[in-house]
């Protein structure tokens, strides 16, 4: 059955813009568990943005489904997950000045790197999930490195403009499900996902989790206004 990788970094994002306790992403975790999450992903960016080394040793030690650790394919992340031990890590390209992950992780070209560094996660029991765009040459690359799982990246699709090019990268990504399948991985998808265009990615054939945030943190800030501008009022009477 399809399963649900709640993205809880947009809540630490709100905190650090005030670099204060609040929101704490580790409650976030929770709720989301509460809500049906079947499990929790969060990046632990080389700028420590949003997510902080502290979120992740507790939420390793608090989530009760399971943990995906997304990182960049350094040494410094490697030592972090080796001493974590999510229950899976998927690898994403990063760079410093983007506003979020931009394009798939270009496993093809640089293999040998890739190799060594699921060798290294895998060897300790942390399957590994590639983040690629849906490219035969991205997910034989992603075979080659042993890995377990790949992510399809889903922001083209969620771009698209118009009934046409949506239908054509929606084909896109169930071709590449099913190719990767066909060799073995399992297949997870995510990125740029909402409400409104999750169905058909939902809806391809073997996929096994989709890994949705921004568009879930969005919704509860939109939801959960009123009723905290209410609780506000009450505390402001000494009523809460
Ligand atoms: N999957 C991966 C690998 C990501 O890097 C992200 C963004 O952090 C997501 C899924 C979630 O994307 P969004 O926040 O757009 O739902």
């Not at 049906?36 to 902080?52: V, W, Y």
């Not at 992740?56 to 489904?65: E, F, G, Q």
């Not at 009934?163 to 590449?176: M, S, T, V, Y």
Request: aromatic residues 4%; contains cysteine.
């Amino acid at each position: 059955m399809l399963t649900l990788g709640v993205n809880i970094d947009h809540i630490a994002t709100i905190r650090q813009a005030r670099r204060t306790t609040e929101p704490d992403p580790i409650a976030g975790a929770v709720l989301a568990e509460l809500g049906g999450a079947d499990g929790i992903t969060a990046h632990l960016r080389e700028d420590r943005r949003h997510m902080q080394d502290r979120d992740l040793y507790i939420l390793r030690k608090t989530v009760a489904t399971h943990l995906n650790l997304e990182m960049a394919a350094t040494d410094e992340m490697v030592a972090i997950a080796l001493d974590l031990k999510p229950d899976y890590v998927t690898l994403v390209p990063e760079r410093r000045e983007e506003v979020t992950t931009e394009g798939g992780l270009d496993v093809a070209g640089q293999q040998e790197r890739m190799n060594a560094i699921v060798d290294q996660l895998q060897s300790a029991d942390i399957p590994v999930s590639m983040f690629i765009d849906a490219d035969n040459a991205q997910i034989d690359a992603s075979k080659q490195s042993g890995a377990k799982f790949i992510e399809l990246h889903t922001g083209q699709y969620a771009e698209a403009k118009g009934e046409i090019d949506r239908a054509k990268e929606l084909a896109i990504l169930d071709q590449g499900c099913q190719y990767a399948r066909s060799l073995g991985l399992r297949v997870n998808a995510g990125h740029g996902l909402t409400y409104l265009n999750v169905y058909p990615v939902a809806c391809i054939d073997g996929m096994e989790e989709l890994n949705i945030g921004h568009t879930i943190i969005a919704r509860a800030a939109m939801v959960g206004l009123e009723r905290a501008v209410r609780d506000m009022k009450l505390a402001m009477r000494g009523q809460l």
